[in-house]
């Protein structure tokens, strides 16, 4: 059973910053490909970063392509979501997903299986 917990949300000013975790449970975690997708309200959820299982491939959304960085530590069993220059329209819950699934890196959310229980980030303009 894979375990996702997520942290570091909160409520920030247009320009700030935030760093998001995400703890996994599980020895294979270097061999899952991770992801942060966000969820608006009405809207769907979607892919913000995603990164390799060794961190040798990232994807960044063109939305937040210069403001956000994903990376990851596997001996600590965690990825992170780095957010500078935060907007309003960044104002989401953040959701961390695992695909245990080798390969590509997959950017749908319906191709990750496991999922924390998502994290508030709100920014005030």
């Known amino acids: 059973q894979v375990q996702l917990v997520e942290s570091g949300g909160g409520l920030v000013r247009a320009g700030g910053s935030l760093r998001l975790s995400c703890a996994a449970s599980?020895?294979?975690?270097?061999?899952?490909?991770m992801g942060w997708f966000r969820q608006a309200p009405g809207k769907e959820r979607e892919i913000v970063a995603g990164?390799?299982?060794?961190?040798?491939?990232?994807y960044v959304a063109e939305s937040v392509k210069g403001r956000f960085t994903i990376f990851r530590d596997n001996a600590k069993n965690t990825v992170y979501l780095q957010m500078n220059s935060l907007k309003p329209e960044d104002t989401a819950v953040y959701y961390c997903?695992?695909?245990?699934?080798?390969?590509?890196?997959?950017?749908?959310?319906?191709?990750?299986?496991?999922w924390g229980q998502g994290t508030q980030v709100t920014v005030s303009s």
């Open positions: 997903a695992a695909d245990p699934d080798p390969g590509r890196l997959r950017l749908e959310y319906t191709e990750y299986d496991f």
């Open positions: 990164i390799s299982r060794y961190g040798s491939a990232t």
């Open positions: 599980g020895r294979t975690f270097s061999n899952w490909n």
